[in-house]
């Protein structure tokens, strides 16, 4: 598979600000996916990124606050707009293998703390 | 309500025994995935299994996926310090194979 890297791997910041994450994959892949983490927690979808096309969101998340630019095969990156202390989680971007949208390998994570 | 019920959430063992971890949906699904996490890493994928009744095996750890393809499970032997981690499973739903639904987790500690 594929390897992904993210960038940051963490960060603290402070309410109302925007953090922008990057991921980086070292081959073409033509899905990718953004997911939110609590510690020791479940993971829950944010977006389906395709390159070419605009992110598809799913319930209880909007572009306004989480939006995704995905310009190529290899990058995408979420932002997290006007952040909340409820902002504060781990984000995982994913890429699937192709023909396989159902298997799912994962960068490092993001973890975000907002004050 | 979660739509993959993990159990146990939390389990705690010496290393040395033998564990299952459970992952029951009333939905069926056409694939599942077993991760593991280890602290500030993303999930590792572990196994896909897609066929009803398929036992898969990687070294100490067997994971079969029920008949109906409704639930599925982890069992490690003989567990060591290594093997802790937080372990997810993760289906594809039939009819929506683009999206993974992720279970509840399982939190492993194995103590030497």
């Known amino acids: 598979s594929a390897v992904i890297s993210q960038k940051p791997s963490r960060d603290i910041c402070q309410r109302g600000t925007s953090l922008t994450i990057q991921c980086q994959v070292d081959?073409?892949?033509?899905?990718m996916f953004w997911y939110r983490q609590q510690p020791g927690q479940s993971l829950t979808l944010i977006a389906t990124a395709n390159q070419g096309s605009e992110a598809t969101y799913e319930s209880g998340f909007v572009i306004d606050k989480f939006p995704i630019s995905r310009p190529n095969l290899t990058f995408s990156t979420l932002t997290v707009s006007n952040m909340s202390p409820e902002d504060s989680s781990i984000y995982l971007c994913?890429?699937?293998?192709?023909?396989?949208?159902?298997?799912?390998?994962f960068g490092p994570g993001t973890r975000l703390t907002v004050l | 309500t979660q739509l993959l019920e993990q159990s146990p959430q939390f389990l705690s063992i010496q290393e040395g025994e033998n564990l299952t971890v459970y992952c029951n949906s009333s939905?069926?699904?056409?694939?599942l995935q077993w991760y593991r996490q280890e602290p500030g890493e993303g999930p590792v994928l572990l196994v896909t299994?897609?066929?009803?009744?398929e036992v898969k095996k990687l070294k100490r750890l067997t994971f079969q996926f029920g008949d109906a393809r409704k639930d599925s499970s982890l069992h490690i032997t003989a567990a060591q310090p290594g093997d802790t981690g937080l372990y997810l499973c993760?289906?594809?739903?039939?009819?929506?194979?683009?999206?993974?639904?992720f279970g509840s987790g399982t939190q492993l500690t194995v103590l030497p």
């Open positions: 994913a890429h699937s293998r192709p023909g396989r949208p159902d298997t799912q390998y």
């Open positions: 081959s073409q892949v033509t899905m």
């Open positions: 993760a289906g594809a739903l039939l009819g929506s194979a683009r999206q993974l639904t």
């Open positions: 939905s069926v699904f056409s694939s």
């Open positions: 299994v897609v066929t009803g009744g």
